[in-house]
């Protein structure tokens, strides 16, 4: 996860699991990490990108 904000501070964290059935599964887990580490480093505000497809 990279959090950029509006003044340019950035922030990289990352998250691993072993236990997902499918690489949808992965990304999607991940994704709901992203969005509760966002919220609770109070970001009002949030654009997720992903290269799933």
Known sequence: MVL???D???TYGSF???RV???LHAE???LLWAM???IQLAHS???FKTDCF
């Open 4 to 6: 950029t904000t509006e």
């Open 8 to 10: 340019g501070m950035t």
């Open 16 to 18: 691993a699991s072993n």
């Open 21 to 23: 059935l499918t690489p």
């Open 28 to 30: 999607f887990q991940t």
């Open 36 to 38: 509760k580490s966002s």
């Open 45 to 47: 505000s949030m654009t």
